[in-house]
């Protein structure tokens, strides 16, 4: 994992733990949905995907 994705995972679990903390447990829980996926990034991904545009998305 690159530095600046380390940076986004610390700062992700931050913003979790703060929200956790103001009891804004459905954020909170989206933001876990979002470490959970930053984790597995090397891994097939088995959703949905529900994006939308023209598949040119760089």
């Given at each position: 994992?690159?530095?600046?994705?380390?940076?986004?995972?610390?700062?992700?679990?931050?913003?979790?733990?703060?929200l956790?903390?103001?009891?804004?447990?459905?954020?909170?829980?989206i933001?876990?949905?979002?470490?959970?996926?930053?984790?597995?990034?090397?891994?097939?991904?088995?959703?949905?995907?529900?994006?939308?545009?023209?598949?040119?998305?760089?």
């Open positions: 994992m690159s530095d600046e994705m380390k940076e986004l995972r610390r700062r992700l679990v931050n913003d979790a733990i703060d956790q903390r103001d009891r804004d447990m459905q954020s909170a829980d933001m876990k949905v979002a470490i959970y996926e930053l984790n597995h990034l090397d891994e097939p991904y088995f959703g949905t995907d529900h994006s939308q545009g023209d598949g040119d998305d760089d």
